[in-house]
């Protein structure tokens, strides 16, 4: 439908938009409204981690297709980076396995969750990627993974730096929401 309003008619139009009377809306759809607002923007940081853990059961089984970690290799693929890695030892390997394992989770998180979510993860991102770096080794473990002190810690700081990867590169702007 076209408007056709000339200027004087739009002006006309709005001054007596501006002089109708104002009418306040009910305090409790007000008060609704406000919390409904107030949870989008500030999620809950146990929700977020729940949402992030979900993302990462998904991303980090489907990176096991490229880079089998502690042995397993779900996906029986024949070429994995794991292998790359070890030609510069098993200390690298495992620190580099680390990296891809959660980085690819935190990178697909950054896609997937909003940007007030990414936002609390950046917030609290050390105990966020530690905790699912644990939980992860955990897993390992449960499912048969032959797991060293050493070799986990190295596992674990690279999970730490693959998780802090994405998050460091928003806080600078290195990555940007569409």
């Given at each position: 439908m076209k408007n056709n309003m000339n200027e004087?008619?739009?002006l006309n139009d709005f001054n007596e938009f501006m002089e109708c009377e104002s009418v306040q809306p009910p305090e409790a759809l007000s008060q609704k409204i406000l919390l409904s607002t107030k949870k989008l923007?500030?999620?809950s940081p146990w929700l977020v981690f729940a949402k992030l853990l979900g993302v990462h059961s998904i991303f980090g089984t489907l990176s096991l297709a490229i880079c089998n970690q502690f042995g397993?290799?779900?996906f029986n693929t024949h070429l994995s980076l794991s292998e790359y890695f070890m030609t510069f030892g098993h200390?690298?390997?495992m620190t580099l396995c680390g990296v891809i394992f959660v980085g690819f989770s935190l990178l697909a998180?950054?896609?997937?969750?909003?940007?007030?979510?990414f936002y609390v993860i950046k917030k609290n991102y050390l105990i966020q990627i530690f905790s699912l770096s644990?939980?992860?080794?955990?897993?390992?473990v449960a499912l048969g993974a032959h797991v060293s002190l050493s070799i986990s810690i190295l596992w674990t700081?690279?999970?730490i730096v693959g998780g802090a990867l994405p998050t460091w590169m928003l806080a600078h702007k290195r990555l940007h929401f569409a």
């Amino acid at each position: 439908m076209k408007n056709n309003m000339n200027e004087k008619e739009w002006l006309n139009d709005f001054n007596e938009f501006m002089e109708c009377e104002s009418v306040q809306p009910p305090e409790a759809l007000s008060q609704k409204i406000l919390l409904s607002t107030k949870k989008l923007i500030n999620p809950s940081p146990w929700l977020v981690f729940a949402k992030l853990l979900g993302v990462h059961s998904i991303f980090g089984t489907l990176s096991l297709a490229i880079c089998n970690q502690f042995g397993l290799n779900p996906f029986n693929t024949h070429l994995s980076l794991s292998e790359y890695f070890m030609t510069f030892g098993h200390s690298v390997c495992m620190t580099l396995c680390g990296v891809i394992f959660v980085g690819f989770s935190l990178l697909a998180a950054w896609m997937i969750l909003s940007r007030d979510e990414f936002y609390v993860i950046k917030k609290n991102y050390l105990i966020q990627i530690f905790s699912l770096s644990f939980l992860s080794l955990a897993t390992f473990v449960a499912l048969g993974a032959h797991v060293s002190l050493s070799i986990s810690i190295l596992w674990t700081l690279g999970a730490i730096v693959g998780g802090a990867l994405p998050t460091w590169m928003l806080a600078h702007k290195r990555l940007h929401f569409a």
